[in-house]
């Protein structure tokens, strides 16, 4: 299985969380077997292939007119060589990890997941600006399919959202 663990040279965002990993895995590039599809709002999509061109269509499944999965190439981001090519517009979905939107019994929650890697998210500043982002969404975001693969990683509750 194809590993990669190289990250753009930018000390923002999830890189400081990453870079600290002590298990060397690296989400971007094993996405498909351990976490769930990375998902992208309409408008995130147009960014994104405005970015890199529209022969990267292909990388975007439609769930509904509101969002996409993307797909990845043997469990690698299509955006990722050798780093994070779209870093600075990636999506919500990335730009939220370690967190997460959960629906727990009809209500929507801020979660965040108790990963092996014993790191912790540094930059938390943007997250109320990302939650609201996906809250456009968030039905579609927290759908009990789409969370499967994720559910069975363990995770704190850190407050209620209100939609």
Known sequence: MFKCWVFMDKKEGTYNHCTACKIKKNCCCDFDDGIDNIIATSEEKNILLKRV???YEKYFKKINDSAYNILSINSVCPFYKNG?????????????????????????YL???????????VDEDNLDSIINTLKTIIDTYTDKKL???VNKLKFDIVREIET
Do not use: A, H, Q, W
Request: aromatic share 12%.
């Open 84 to 108: 994070c090519t779209v870093y600075d517009i990636r999506p919500s979905d990335c730009r939220l990890f370690p967190f997460d939107l959960k629906n727990i019994n009809g209500k929507y």
């Open 111 to 121: 979660i965040k997941y108790d990963l092996p890697c014993g790191s912790k998210l």
């Open 53 to 55: 061109g529209k022969e």
């Open 147 to 149: 969370e499967e693969r």
